[in-house]
């Protein structure tokens, strides 16, 4: 697998398409339909929806980022986007002054494709929307405007997974790789830990939504799917694995992800309130080669291809 991402992105529907899409994304924020809880808000009026967030986009930060995986990343860095707020409420967020806390600016559609620009510019190898889901009527306006002013480089959509099956087929045609998690396998597990018990279902259909527009990552486009194990749940992991390679076959590549910490709300949460132990990761990694997948990068210190 190339070690970095062709700088080529998919192009976009026609002109008359593109914009028919995100009055379509626009149309979902009222009342807000745009991610699988529904809430029904009017993002336009003063009360926010479930993900604290009202119409205009708030970013954290934008900047080159070398942490991603390997193609993600490449050798220039990825020009990440990092939105604020959420609409998961996991209770181990390391992010959580971000996606919890809400801290980060409000910025236009304009500045937000801007920014875009300004990551190119600097040699960014993709643009990396990090948690965009809540803002992803924004977000797609954004990467109009600025491909119209020259945006050449892939779009990343950098995912937890609680996605609407909807709102993922409209970003066809807009996002060229889906990095998206796969995080629990049990209703009971995702409403504990994220208050998201349609959460297993939910990240399937987005999954498959996601392989039929832009096929299994290649170097160039497609699927990423990321797994983080949390202490004491190897159980879930192995089930995670089981299915993913049921659904999409031993060659999507996965990123076997061990640097879970305790964060957040995690001391009303004694069972993973703690680290992976080193027992916990070989366990975690014999799992994954004997779920049979054949590509991807299992994080030590950095990441290791499969």
Not at 30 to 52: A, H, V
Request: net charge neutral.
């Amino acid at each position: 697998m190339n070690s970095a991402i062709r700088q080529n992105s998919a192009p976009m529907p026609d002109t008359a398409a593109s914009i028919d899409r995100v009055r379509a994304l626009y149309s979902r924020l009222y009342p807000c339909r745009l991610c699988p809880r529904d809430c029904r808000t009017d993002r336009s009026g003063s009360k926010p929806g479930y993900c604290k967030s009202g119409i205009k986009p708030v970013v954290a930060s934008a900047a080159l980022h070398h942490g991603e995986e390997p193609p993600i990343s490449g050798t220039k860095g990825s020009g990440t986007i990092f939105f604020s707020n959420c609409n998961m409420s996991c209770v181990y967020c390391q992010n959580y002054p971000i996606s919890q806390l809400g801290v980060g600016n409000e910025v236009s559609i304009a500045g937000l494709a801007e920014m875009m620009l300004t990551l190119q510019g600097k040699g960014a190898e993709n643009i990396n929307l990090v948690t965009p889901t809540h803002f992803a009527a924004q977000a797609v306006h954004a990467v109009y405007l600025a491909r119209r002013k020259g945006l050449a480089i892939p779009i990343v959509w950098n995912s937890s997974g609680y996605e609407s099956l909807e709102t993922v087929k409209l970003l066809d045609g807009f996002v060229d790789i889906y990095l998206c998690d796969y995080r629990y396998a049990a209703p009971e597990t995702a409403k504990k830990y994220s208050n998201a018990a349609d959460y297993p279902f939910a990240v399937e259909d987005a999954l498959e939504e996601m392989v039929r527009q832009v096929g299994i990552f290649d170097g160039g486009r497609g699927v990423i799917i990321r797994h983080l194990c949390l202490p004491g749940h190897l159980a879930e992991t192995a089930e995670i694995l089981r299915r993913i390679k049921e659904k999409f076959g031993p060659a999507i590549p996965v990123s076997f992800m061990s640097q879970y910490f305790p964060a957040y709300r995690t001391p009303d949460y004694p069972e993973i309130n703690r680290g992976l132990t080193a027992e916990e990761w070989r366990e975690a990694k014999k799992i994954f080669h004997e779920a049979g997948l054949q590509a991807g990068w299992i994080q030590q210190d950095i990441y290791e291809s499969v």
